[in-house]
């Protein structure tokens, strides 16, 4: 959820640094989970989130900045594509 606030205040940068910060409520394991403790092979809830930030930052919402990708850095380091996403309310 900070991420999403991030983006929608036009932050993009910070939103970023969020969803890729390394921290022990922020690891992924190579297969792309989320756990508390890496000897469990579960989708939790922290995946979902990752997902929905994601979708929101590369979809758009209503008051989005125009073009694609708006809650995406564009300063060069980033190039995302994205199709059917809908903006979110």
């Known amino acids: 959820m900070i991420a999403m606030t991030a983006a929608r205040l036009g932050e993009p940068e910070k939103a970023m640094d969020i969803l890729m910060k390394d921290g022990p409520g922020n690891h992924y394991s ?3 989970q989320c ?15 990752l997902l929905a930030a994601v979708g929101l930052m590369a979809g ?12 995406f850095p564009r300063d060069g380091k980033w190039h995302v594509r ?3 996403f809908s903006r979110l309310p």
Not at 35 to 49: E, F, H, K
Not at 60 to 71: H, L, N, R, T
């Open 30 to 32: 190579v297969n792309g």
């Open 35 to 49: 756990p508390q403790r890496i000897d469990l092979s579960l989708y939790l809830p922290a995946n979902g989130a």
């Open 60 to 71: 758009g919402w209503e008051g989005a900045p125009p073009g694609e990708a708006p809650g």
């Open 82 to 84: 994205a199709e059917g």
